[in-house]
């Protein structure tokens, strides 16, 4: 019988009947044909459930050869259960690198990128927009290979693995280049007063408020090709004594009476982490935060063009939801994009999150709060986040969310790879 699954955040655990290591694509083909029922698994980063199945459990973990680094052309490809880590490392060695990113990059590529994970900045649109082209194999063992001219690649990309199983991904790449990265605080009445320069003055803008504090730590990010200046220690005090260790002290103390603690411990946070600092780091380094300690999340994409009006809502939510918050709330941006299911789909979006460390009751009521709030607003939740799932809710958020039915009946016309999660396409 397989051990417990778990996801990173330890919000739920599952024991499948069967966990399938596929090493090559004909064996992964042959074990879809042989079973009745399967879902893909990443790296188990998500809190939605769309790996939970108690048939088989698919783990792309001997797929994630790096097939070919085509310089010239600036092109990868890769076999999709890659760790994202593993993949730059390795085209750093070729003086190459991912133009975005997310936050971490310890998913796979193929969970990232089925999620519509994205990172942050007006031009930049979710990962999955870097992307040149990628192979599938459906429910029936068929392999496609789809291409930016055919509308199903916009289709399947970020489907959740709910037509089939990609087991190839070819990337455009970029240069190397660095981050002039620049950490800051300003007051969140002045940043919701001038929330368009912001978004529009840097490459990568994004921030933390960690509530109930009245101050935000901003980051504001521009690309560059000007020399690295940050030192090892440098980055060793900032991203792991401060970052990591002072952090997940401070929010462990926190948890220990929150009314007390909390307030005082986040404004503490941000008085130190949104200190001035200024450094020229290498391009992962910009994107990337320390691994954080375990924690709860839902974040939601809205239109940028009401986020004056949506920052101000959400700062009165949650700071009225008698919520204490142990941890950061982030703040991101991004350019509309053109996949069917992705929650910026057509809209340039303010993506508002809800991150917190608390009991499971606590946490559920929290996060109703923010989901009816967030609903009446039009927001789309982050597929691999926390959300209720109302079918009734999404089919009017996604105007292809009945096209996407009609894929899943042409690609799995035996439904073998819905799960209870994401039987909401096919209801
Ligand atoms: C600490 C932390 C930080 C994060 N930061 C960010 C961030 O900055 N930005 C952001 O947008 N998100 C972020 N996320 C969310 C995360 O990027 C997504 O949940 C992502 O999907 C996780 O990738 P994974 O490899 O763990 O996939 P999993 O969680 O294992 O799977 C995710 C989904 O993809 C499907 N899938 C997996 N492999 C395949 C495949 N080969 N073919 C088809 N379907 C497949 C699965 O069935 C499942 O439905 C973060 C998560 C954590 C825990």
Redesign the pocket.
């Known amino acids: 019988m397989p051990k417990p699954i778990q996801n ?2 330890r919000t739920w655990s599952f024991v499948p009947k069967k966990i399938a290591t596929p090493a090559t694509v004909d064996e992964l083909a042959q074990l879809i044909i042989d079973n009745p029922k399967l ?8 809190w939605s459930q ?2 939970v199945t108690d048939e088989t459990l698919v783990s ?1 973990e001997k797929l994630n050869q790096l097939l070919e680094i085509d310089i010239e052309n600036k092109k990868v490809r890769t076999r ?2 890659i760790i994202l880590k593993n993949l730059l490392t390795a085209l750093e060695q070729k003086g190459l690198a991912m133009a975005n990113l ?3 990059h310890a ?2 590529l ?3 990128i ?2 519509g ?3 942050t900045g007006k031009n930049f649109q979710c990962l999955a927009a870097q992307v040149h082209s990628f192979e599938m194999l459906d429910g029936l063992g068929r392999n496609h290979l789809f291409e930016k001219d055919n509308p199903e690649f916009y289709a399947l990309l970020t489907g ?2 709910s037509c089939g ?3 190839t991904i070819t990337l455009n790449v970029v240069n190397c280049f660095q981050m002039h990265a620049i950490t800051d605080s300003a007051g969140f009445d002045e940043v919701i007063e001038n929330i368009e320069q912001y978004i529009s003055g840097y490459d990568h803008f994004k921030f933390w408020w960690l509530a109930p504090s009245q101050k935000l730590i901003l980051f504001k990010n521009n690309r560059t090709d000007a020399k690295r200046n940050d030192s090892n220690f440098k980055r060793f005090v900032q991203d792991d004594l401060i970052s990591v260790w002072m952090y997940r002290f401070l929010v462990w103390v926190g948890k220990l009476n929150r009314k007390k603690f909390i307030p005082a411990i986040n404004r503490f946070l941000t008085k130190a982490g949104g200190k001035f600092n200024e450094r020229i780091c290498k391009s992962v380094v910009g994107f990337l935060t320390p ?2 300690p375990v924690h709860r999340e839902t974040e939601w994409a809205f239109d940028a063009k009401d986020a004056r009006r949506l920052l101000q809502e959400y700062k009165n939510l949650l700071q009225q939801s008698g919520g204490y918050y142990n941890f950061v709330q982030e703040v991101r941006f991004t350019k509309a994009d053109d996949f069917w299911l992705s929650p910026a789909y057509k809209r340039d979006s303010i993506w508002l999150s809800m991150y917190n460390m608390d009991s499971k009751e606590n946490w559920e009521q929290q996060l109703s709060h923010f989901e009816n709030w967030a609903m009446q607003n039009g927001g789309r939740p ?1 597929w ?2 926390d959300a209720s799932w109302d079918k009734a809710y999404l089919e009017k958020q996604y105007e292809k969310f009945s096209d996407f039915k009609s894929l899943i009946k042409k690609y799995d016309p035996y439904q073998k790879f819905l799960n209870k999660w994401n039987a909401f396409f096919c209801e």
Request: hydrophobic content about 30%; glycine content about 24%; aromatic content about 2%.
């Open positions: 990173f955040g879902r893909p698994m990443g790296s188990k980063h998500s769309g790996i792309l999709a259960g997310g936050s971490i998913q796979t193929a969970g990232a089925c999620t994970t994205h990172g959740m693995g199983i990609i087991h691994l954080p982050h691999g986040k």
